[in-house]
């Protein structure tokens, strides 16, 4: 093997290795009950993520808003994090499935806080939090 090729292998690992990291760092629930029994247990609300397999503007929110790591340790604080897809999850009734993304904010009980429908750059979710932490406090 040339070192251009061990060089490229190496390179190559570390891209892989880093990616996986990233992705497992946002660590989704996908089952609407656990995420609820999750929220109870911890003492947290639920953040519940919307979005369909081929969606242009989910992608976007999650490269441009999701993929920030202090944003991420901020929202674990607070939230169990579920993300549902309208193509591949059993999406409950009282929760809209089009007009993606769609984000609701609940209750460890399910009751809906807040919902906000579209993309957000990273300091417009940093408002939207805010409003939700508004409506927590009525």
Same mark, same amino acid.
């Given at each position: 093997?040339?070192?251009?090729?061990?060089?490229? +292998?190496?390179?190559?690992?570390?891209?892989?290795?880093?990616?996986?990291?990233?992705?497992?760092?946002?660590?989704?629930?996908?089952?609407?009950? +656990?995420?609820?029994?999750?929220?109870?247990?911890?003492?947290?609300?639920?953040?519940? &993520?919307? $979005?369909?397999?081929?969606?242009?503007?989910?992608? *976007? &929110?999650?490269?441009?808003?999701?993929?920030?790591?202090?944003?991420?340790?901020?929202?674990?604080?607070?939230?169990?994090?579920?993300?549902?897809?309208?193509?591949?999850?059993?999406?409950?009734?009282? &929760?809209? *499935?089009? $007009?993606?993304?769609?984000?609701? &904010?609940?209750?460890?009980?399910?009751?809906?806080?807040?919902?906000?429908?579209?993309? *957000?750059?990273?300091?417009?979710?940093?408002?939207?939090?805010?409003?939700?932490?508004? *409506? !927590?406090? !009525?």
């Amino acid at each position: 093997m040339n070192n251009f090729s061990f060089i490229a +292998n190496i390179l190559f690992s570390i891209l892989l290795f880093s990616s996986t990291i990233d992705a497992v760092e946002l660590n989704w629930e996908h089952n609407y009950d +656990n995420a609820l029994a999750t929220a109870k247990k911890e003492k947290k609300m639920v953040y519940l &993520f919307i $979005g369909a397999d081929q969606c242009k503007h989910c992608d *976007r &929110f999650k490269a441009q808003t999701l993929s920030n790591k202090d944003l991420i340790k901020d929202m674990k604080k607070e939230y169990v994090l579920l993300y549902m897809s309208r193509d591949q999850h059993n999406i409950p009734e009282k &929760f809209e *499935r089009y $007009g993606v993304p769609m984000h609701y &904010f609940l209750t460890s009980k399910g009751k809906i806080i807040a919902k906000v429908q579209g993309s *957000r750059e990273l300091e417009g979710w940093y408002d939207v939090l805010d409003e939700v932490d508004l *409506r !927590k406090e !009525k």
